[in-house]
């Protein structure tokens, strides 16, 4: 978790001042703008060539949205690091269509090299994880208690009002180096069950020769 803090935050502090502003997002809107919602185990990690970010492999237990079902191994990308081994709910879109809820951008910021753009899209998987990564909520214990908590952004991500939201800190979990959103797992997934109209996903399952000699 330290590393994927200090990594965020050097993502946030490389913008320009003023360049971009975004907002934060609720459960729902993230649901529904995702074309995957889906629970599993992280099995894999590699660092994409040409700089282009880490590619994993989670393997599906729960789908909430979309037709995958268990045991199904599916390649995606993050913006923000994951845990292999750790257990994550994760908001998944195709690449040329990931949510990323920015209200307005400074035509004075930076510009992406074109020629690394062009490579990204050829060597990134089809799908990634919604706003920058944040759409990927590791789901752990704590030292308070043997119930499993869902960890997200309480900043980007608003649970919708009456869900009961806790804040972990280092004295629950050795990990946590901040104040962050919590919410009890068995919570979390009765929301996530609640939407009446999963679509199909393309099927996208693993091949594993797919990582080969990159």
Not at 45 to 61: F, N, P, S
Not at 69 to 90: A, E, I, M
Not at 109 to 120: F, L, Q, S, T, Y
Not at 157 to 175: F, H, N, Q, T
Request: aromatic share 8%; hydrophobic share 35%; charged share 25%.
């Amino acid at each position: 978790m330290k590393h994927i803090l200090a990594t965020w935050c050097i993502f946030l502090l490389a913008l320009p001042a003023g360049a971009t502003k975004v907002r934060p997002v609720s459960l729902t809107e993230l649901t529904e703008n995702s074309e995957l919602v889906v629970y599993g185990q992280i099995q894999l990690g590699q660092i994409i060539a040409g700089d282009c970010g880490v590619r994993y492999v989670v393997k599906i237990e729960e789908a909430y949205k979309g037709r995958l079902g268990p045991d199904t191994s599916l390649l995606f990308s993050s913006d923000k690091p994951l845990l292999t081994g750790s257990r994550y709910v994760l908001f998944l879109s195709k690449e040329s269509e990931a949510f990323d809820p920015i209200l307005s951008t400074n035509s004075f910021g930076p510009r992406p090299d074109p020629e690394r753009v062009k490579v990204c899209q050829r060597n990134r998987p089809l799908y990634t994880v919604n706003v920058w990564g944040t759409g990927a909520l590791e789901v752990t214990g704590t030292y308070a208690s043997a119930a499993k908590v869902a960890v997200f952004d309480d900043f980007m991500i608003l649970m919708p009002k009456g869900a009961k939201v806790g804040k972990l800190d280092s004295s629950e979990r050795y990990d946590v180096e901040r104040d962050t959103g919590s919410i009890e797992f068995g919570i979390l997934r009765g929301l996530l069950k609640r939407n009446p109209n999963p679509k199909r996903a393309p099927n996208n399952s693993f091949n594993p020769t797919y990582l080969r000699g990159t």
